[in-house]
């Protein structure tokens, strides 16, 4: 199984300018885990001090908001996208 | 030297880092909105109601709190909207000190939006963009392109593929570039964030998003000088990404800070339509996060699911004592009739929404009939006529002869006539 996650401008900062990875994370906590081992820079950046997503990322697999599939506990399928994306630029009247 | 504003600089609301002023929203450590700080003290004592008064009827009277560059010529007169006290309507919601804040009328695209655009705009040029862009449900949109087209800029706009007609008519009557987008207002929004990343473009709710929200403040100030420099006790608010209710309550702390007005408690208040009510369900249920929802209203202009500042607007509200209401759209559209008839102001969806919400709260008793209340209408109807479409039949076409005429009038409304006649009974009365 092979998922590719795709990271915006902001955050391949702190991963020498990869934008995209390849993976065989099962779901989010699984990907995030292997954020800790392979990119430990963009871990701390996407982590809070508790080790949870920081409130200010959204995550999307196939351009669907992750919190309407199940959260964490969306299993991942072959060739998911997975982006992840700072939250900030909403709020439009 | 008298400073002629403030110093002001970006600085993260979660962890406090400093960011000087650069085209940017989100702090690099934390990812947390980044917001404008001033230090009002550079201005104490030459911002003040005095100096206010002598300066321009348009929001750059209070230009000394906003973030503009200097030597910044401030050219349209946006904003200096009406306030308007409400007495019909708030006789019929059972209100005895109901004001309408009328941006229903704000110079130059009929919407709030032009307060902000200004203000985002003036830091577009500072920082040297010559194209600009921004996502939007419709009212951003016509202020983006007239602004910038009157100011040079090139536009390039992205919208939901399904936005009202007018509102994309209102977009590209002054030359922007339009591009419509297959999806909701969170996916363009989304995808917006990723051009900023890669365009050196200056989108106005993007990477210009800290100054362009600061121009929001302008309604907080206008309502309390419109008030004879007075605060109001409560202020009822559309909510879409959940900007607008922040910072009228910052405009409001800053003219307490500066000595303008005096401090009191003031409760917010935040009107969502149900069909998209992720900031008002956060209220309810006492939450500081928010869940996001797909949106399906007819309030196009709120239809945000995924509100950027939602958490925060939901904190304030709460801590201000104050509530989140959402409306059906069947309601939305009693809103718009409702202030239509009472007031004269025709206002679009949102509007409905704030009206609506606010005849809910009064009933609830959540506000007190005596209370001081400004009720912000935040759009024009003209731009959302498809929403009432189906409510009126203009009626057949009647000859020009006053026999035909009578008829008809008899016909469909008897009444009109008796109270014609009365009236100018009295008038004449009146002149013997």
Redesign the interface.
Known sequence: MSVKVVL???LA?HTEGVKTITTEAKNLPDLLAEFDAKFPALSQ??K?EHGKL?????V?VN?E?I??LGGDALAFEDGDEVML????????? | MSASRTVYELRCGECGKSYGNQPLSACQDCLAPLEVQYDLESVRGRFTRESVAKGPASIWRYKQLLPIPEGFEPDLPVGFTPLLKAKKLGKRIGANHLFVKNDAVCFPTLSFKDRVVAVALANAQAFGFTTVGCSSTGNLANSVAAQSARLGLNACILVPADLEPAKILNTLVYGARLVRIDGNYDHVNRLCTLIADEYNWGFVNVNLRPYYAEGSKTMGYEIAEQLGWKLPDNVVVPMAGGSLVRKIRKAFRELVTLGLVEDKPVRFFGAQATGCSPISHAVKQGWEHIEPQRPNTIARSLAIGNPADGPLAAKMIAETGGWAEDVSDVEVVSGIQELAETEGIFTETAGGVTTAVTAKLYAQGRIGADETTVICITGNGLKTTDALADRYDAGIAVKPRLAEFDTYIRGVDPALIGTAREEELEVAGGVQ
């Open positions: 915006p401008t902001a900062r950046n996407v809070d920081r409130r200010f990322i959204n999307y351009d908001d919190r309407f994306i700072p939250s900030i630029a909403g709020g439009v009247l």
